[in-house]
């Protein structure tokens, strides 16, 4: 029965009396280490999703914000009512400084600065300590907030419909070309293009180091915020359609038709692009094919662009509610109770300190103005004490 040498000297007590662990026992605890090893690898393959979360801290601003938030790495920067920007580390959601400032529009950050539009200049502080680094006159009123992307800041105005890229570490002015209409959305940067939606229904491809126009695409209405990859571009317009656009000259490869206007910043991953529509329904297309993958309907009327976290897709809209979706199929992966109205957009740090995603909301109350929560995934099942294993078989030892 106990044929091996091994199982001839695994000897045990066992209330008193000498006994022996049976080849079932000892099956168990190879069978659980073979699937701890497989988990492990499996783990070690597949990223942890985001949901289902848990709270890690919340931040009362005890004021209102005045515009949406900036983000860079692990640093949230917040535009206060009272003419102030504030700076959260948000790992642990500790304040490193509070400035005076009055930006009129959402802020942008990168490089170690941080960019605003002020009433009569463009000013970059530092985000170490908000010391400010460079200040440049500039009195135009902006159509859209600005945008810095590997070393440029890139500002669009509403007279003469002009787009203007200033260098970022100085803030010296490298070129600034006429349009044929209004921004209607953010430029987007991506190699060495500047990409600008405009308001009578054109895109435009401009060189970023100096402001040459490469191509101009007509579409059937004005185009909103514009997803910029290298190969393609992504882009909502009025006309109901996501387009895709050929970035080398400005060819549409393809168009999905929806129920609704296109609206805010489609996101994507290797495979799919993901956005929305005001007939409430979150897509996922191929994003060579431009294929439909899958669409859900949505309970909630969106006011922004899809968030990607990892596996997940976050939609935000006009209720409080807050809810996330698988990227594989479109099914349901939970939901976040953000406490109050959304004030921005959610934003998710990635490879921080925790290891883990955490996502940061931005809500409004009316006692407390703005609060900051960051959440995390709450790891289930929880942790319990190691315990000797259920249901031991002994066998009692023949006497010797």
């Known amino acids: 029965m106990f044929g091996g040498p091994q199982n001839r000297e695994a000897k045990r007590y066992y209330n008193g009396v000498r006994t022996r662990w049976t080849t079932r026992c000892c099956s168990a605890?190879?069978?659980?280490?073979?699937?701890?090893?497989?988990?492990?690898?499996?783990?070690?393959?597949?990223?942890?999703?985001?949901?289902?979360?848990?709270?890690?801290?919340?931040?009362?601003?005890?004021?209102?914000?005045?515009?949406?938030?900036?983000?860079?790495?692990?640093?949230?920067?917040?535009?206060?009512?009272?003419?102030?920007?504030?700076?959260?580390?948000?790992a642990h959601g500790t304040e490193k400084w509070l400035v005076a400032a009055d930006p009129l529009h959402e802020p942008t950050a990168g490089d170690g600065l941080l960019?605003?539009?002020?009433?009569?200049?463009?000013?970059?502080?530092?985000?170490?300590?908000?010391?400010?680094?460079?200040?440049?006159?500039?009195?135009?009123?902006?159509?859209?907030?600005?945008?810095?992307?590997?070393?440029?800041?890139?500002?669009?105005?509403?007279?003469?419909?002009?787009?203007?890229?200033?260098?970022?570490?100085?803030?010296?002015?490298?070129?600034?070309?006429?349009?044929?209409?209004?921004?209607?959305?953010?430029?987007?940067?991506?190699?060495?293009?500047?990409?600008?939606?405009?308001?009578?229904?054109?895109?435009?491809?401009?060189?970023?180091?100096?402001?040459?126009?490469?191509?101009?695409?007509?579409?059937?209405a004005a185009a909103n915020d514009i997803l910029a990859l290298?190969?393609?571009?992504?882009?909502?317009?009025?006309?109901?359609?996501?387009?895709?656009?050929?970035?080398?000259d400005g060819t549409v490869d393809w168009r999905w038709p929806t129920g609704g206007d296109v609206i805010g910043l489609p996101s994507h991953d290797a495979r799919n692009v993901y956005f929305v529509s005001l007939d409430n329904v979150l897509r996922a297309l191929d994003r060579k094919s431009g294929g439909q993958k899958w669409k859900v309907p949505l309970p909630l009327r969106p006011t922004r662009g899809p968030t990607q976290a990892g596996d997940t897709v976050i939609v935000t809209g006009v209720t409080a509610k807050i809810a996330a979706y698988t990227t594989k199929d479109g099914k349901s992966a939970g939901e976040v109770p953000p406490g109050g109205d959304l004030a921005a957009a959610p934003h998710v740090i990635e490879g921080g300190e925790h290891a883990l995603p955490v996502l940061i909301i931005v809500t409004r109350d009316i006692a407390k103005g703005a609060l900051v929560s960051a959440f995390v995934r709450s790891i289930e099942p929880p942790i319990v004490p190691m315990a000797p294993l259920p249901n031991v078989v002994t066998v009692p030892l023949a006497k010797e």
């Open 230 to 248: 290298d190969d393609r571009i992504y882009v909502g317009s009025n006309d109901n359609h996501l387009y895709c656009v050929l970035t080398k």
């Open 29 to 90: 605890v190879a069978l659980i280490g073979a699937a701890a090893v497989g988990l492990g690898a499996a783990a070690a393959r597949l990223p942890l999703s985001l949901f289902p979360v848990a709270p890690l801290w919340t931040l009362a601003l005890n004021t209102d914000i005045s515009a949406p938030p900036a983000f860079d790495g692990n640093l949230g920067f917040f535009a206060l009512d009272g003419h102030r920007i504030v700076c959260y580390e948000l």
């Open 115 to 220: 960019f605003t539009a002020e009433p009569e200049a463009l000013v970059a502080r530092r985000e170490a300590d908000g010391a400010i680094a460079w200040e440049m006159p500039f009195a135009d009123a902006l159509a859209v907030p600005p945008v810095w992307n590997n070393g440029w800041l890139v500002v669009a105005t509403t007279n003469a419909h002009e787009v203007l890229a200033f260098r970022g570490i100085d803030g010296h002015l490298m070129w600034r070309a006429a349009l044929s209409g209004r921004a209607h959305a953010r430029p987007a940067l991506a190699a060495d293009r500047v990409y600008v939606a405009t308001d009578d229904g054109h895109v435009v491809a401009l060189r970023v180091d100096t402001g040459a126009v490469i191509w101009d695409r007509g579409l059937d």
